[in-house]
Every structure is written in structure tokens, then in C-alpha cells.
């Protein structure tokens, strides 16, 4: 099992909504950056735990976890031409990015804060924090996890 964290404005996809249909499984659409796309299309995996990180708002932070229950398929948003991710250079035989599915495991009691995160010496090598990281989906070592939630 691996262990992530996936950046996501609240006013897009927030913990809440994961917490609203705990069951049901939401899919991460739209990310728009090769890296990022290669971790989703070549190491996220069913059963990876991901950090649910709420950026480009009031309270930026991680807001609760959620779990991988499908892996990497063609993310559906980019053949949409009503989509705000529309891909126009796509195709359906060779699509140019994934999506995967997440379902809802906890919500923290309260959001672990970017600049609680940034004051943790043991946070120094998060890539969070790391000068020109802006991945929207990023590895976590379960030693990096278990340290974070910590701080909650």
C-alpha cells in the first residue's frame, strides 16, 4: 500500500462531499499535469491511503483521507467538450489522462493547517513543502503519513 496526498480546491471536491455519501465512490478527475498523471496512471493502486488536501481557500490544509477503490482509467472529463478539462488533442484510443476512483475513510477533526505542516521539522522533506512543488498528487511515506496526522 502507498500513501498520498491529492490537492483539491473545496469549492471543486472537499472532504465534505466524500463525507456526504461515505459509500459511494468520487471520481478524481481532472488533473492536468504529466507528473501527477503518471503517479496516477503508473503507481496509485486500490487500497493507497490519500491525504485530501483543500487548497485556494480560507482554511488551506488536510482536511481528512480517503482510499483508492479504482485504479487508473481514461478520466472521462477530457472527451467532454462541456468540461472545464477538456482535452481537444485526446482520443479515446489513446487517451492523454486518467482519472481515479476515491471513497471516503475519515475526516479529521480539524484541518492539519500548511503552517502547522511547514513548522514540523519532521516535515522538511514532504514535497508539500518542498520551493516550486505544485503537484496536484504527491508520494507520501508512511513515515511522512503517520508524522502528519500526528500533528492533528
Not at 462531499?17 to 471520481?27: C, E, G, K, R, S
Not at 487508473?72 to 485526446?90: G, L, N, T
Request: glycine residues 4%; hydrophobic residues 45%.
Amino acid at each position: 500500500m502507498n500513501y498520498w496526498l491529492f490537492k483539491t480546491e473545496p469549492s471543486e471536491c472537499s472532504i465534505d462531499d466524500f463525507a456526504h455519501n461515505p459509500t459511494q465512490a468520487i471520481v478524481w478527475e481532472g488533473v492536468r499535469n504529466y507528473q501527477a498523471r503518471n503517479y496516477l496512471r503508473d503507481d496509485v493502486a486500490i487500497g493507497d491511503q490519500v491525504l485530501i488536501y483543500h487548497s485556494s481557500c480560507k482554511l488551506i490544509g488536510v482536511a481528512g483521507i480517503a482510499e483508492v477503490v479504482r485504479a487508473a482509467y481514461a478520466d472521462p472529463s477530457q472527451f467532454d467538450s462541456r468540461s472545464v478539462y477538456y482535452d481537444a488533442k485526446s482520443i479515446a484510443a489513446q487517451p492523454r489522462w486518467v482519472a481515479v476512483d476515491l471513497r471516503f475513510v475519515s475526516k479529521l477533526p480539524a484541518v492539519i493547517t500548511l503552517d502547522k505542516i511547514k513548522s514540523s521539522a519532521k516535515m522538511a522533506e514532504l514535497p508539500l513543502v518542498q520551493k516550486g512543488s505544485r503537484l496536484s498528487v504527491m508520494p507520501v511515506t508512511a513515515q511522512q503519513w503517520r508524522d502528519l496526522l500526528a500533528l492533528q
